[in-house]
Nanobody
Framework: QVQLVESGGGLVQPGGSLRLSCTAS????????MRWYRQAPGKEREWVAT????????TYADSVKGRFTISRDNAKNTMYLQMNLLKPEDAAVYYCNVQLNWSDYWGRGTQVTVSS
């Protein structure tokens, strides 16, 4: 079955950095476009970034452009989100996502807290 497991979240001060990971199984990771989303308390889940199957093309939400970098290692079935210059408004649960056969699959998420 499809499994997505996020890790790497934690507490960081404003201006700091974190690197999130999403390890996938149960499908052919190297042939699938992948996405990161996040959800802050009381807010709707929002899209953060997308990476194509090859990793050659990436897109970002305006709110994270220039600070976050999405990447992947198809040999390790793993996607990453490097987050720099973190702001308090980046605090959220971060989820990885894949669409298979018109269905969305999600991990359980990893918590990112940005606070001094």
């Amino acid at each position: 079955q499809v499994q997505l497991v996020e890790s790497g979240g934690g507490l960081v001060q404003p201006g700091g950095s974190l690197r999130l990971s999403c390890t996938a199984s149960g499908f052919t990771f190297s042939s699938r476009l992948m996405r990161w989303y996040r959800q802050a308390p009381g807010k709707e889940r929002e899209w953060v970034a997308t990476i194509t199957a090859t990793g050659f093309t990436t897109t970002y939400a305006d709110s994270v452009k220039g600070r976050f970098t999405i990447s992947r290692d198809n040999a390790k079935n793993t996607m990453y989100l490097q987050m720099n210059l973190l702001k308090p408004e980046d605090a959220a649960v971060y989820y990885c996502n894949v669409q298979l056969n018109w269905s969305d699959y999600w991990g359980r998420g990893t918590q990112v807290t940005v606070s001094s």
